[in-house]
């Protein structure tokens, strides 16, 4: 059973539609991350978060807004994406921000643009 | 450009016998190295990880090898199970926290029984 918790596991949106991915962690980390990851590519880092506070944006489109309202909780919210955007979305936490520790992962929103 | 590596997308192995996956990287600067295994519809999970102080470290049937001059790193399975099947993902690491973790693209091992 994962510490890490996403909803909703599948969505289907059109491109206009705005719609918000949910991940939550029971572990108490302090570090919290959004990953894509597309077909036959490797993992993509978007966003951290530690202590709430945003620590790294990716380059990611402003169409993907994160939001970390307290430690245990991240939000993704989607608006006017593209085609290009259909992909697994990760969740991950981890304890702190040191190269040693490492991700636990959700099991993931497969996301499908129309 | 990539800068962690996994070069055979797939592996296969029988039942009792040794899994080798491989992973190669371009940045010295990557401190701690880690591996995760993923099964279909959930995420990956953490395996094992070692320093770039350590050229080995092992953990009942898992040991990952750490050849820094090389730049290359394995984790080696024995012996391999059926339920090892499983993609196997290397990432790399540096003090910049394990937010700029690097991911390879993976790869798929069957364990045939």
């Known amino acids: 059973e994962t510490g890490v918790t996403q909803t909703p596991r599948h969505l289907v949106m059109g491109m206009t539609n705005k719609k918000s991915l949910k991940c939550e962690q029971h572990?108490?980390?302090?570090?919290m991350y959004w990953y894509k990851q597309s077909a036959k590519k490797p993992l993509e880092l978007m966003f951290v978060?530690?202590?709430?506070?945003?620590?790294e944006n990716n380059s990611v489109p402003s169409r993907f807004s994160p939001e970390c309202p307290n430690s245990s909780h991240l939000f993704l919210h989607l608006h006017t994406l593209q085609p290009e955007d259909s992909a697994l979305y990760l969740c991950?936490?981890?304890?702190?921000?040191?190269?040693?520790?490492?991700?636990?992962f959700g099991d993931g929103t497969r996301l499908s643009i129309l | 450009d990539q800068q962690v590596k996994q070069n055979s997308p797939s592996l296969s192995v029988q039942e009792g016998r040794i899994s080798i996956l491989n992973c190669d990287y371009t940045?010295?600067?990557?401190?701690?190295f880690l591996w995760y295994k993923k099964y279909p519809a959930e995420g990956p999970t953490f395996l094992i990880s070692?320093?770039?102080?350590?050229d080995k470290n092992e953990d009942g049937r898992f040991t990952v090898f750490l050849n820094k001059s090389a730049k290359h790193l394995s984790l080696h399975i024995v012996p391999s199970q059926p339920g090892d099947s499983a993609v196997y993902f290397c990432?790399?690491?540096?003090?910049?926290?394990?937010?700029?973790?690097?991911f390879g693209d993976g790869t798929t091992l069957t364990v045939k029984p």
């Open positions: 991950a936490s981890s304890q702190d921000l040191w190269g040693d520790q490492p991700q636990h």
């Open positions: 572990l108490g980390h302090n570090a």
């Open positions: 978060y530690s202590l709430e506070e945003r620590v």
């Open positions: 940045n010295s600067m990557f401190d701690y």
């Open positions: 070692i320093s770039s102080i350590k």
């Open positions: 990432a790399a690491s540096g003090d910049m926290g394990a937010g700029k973790s690097t």
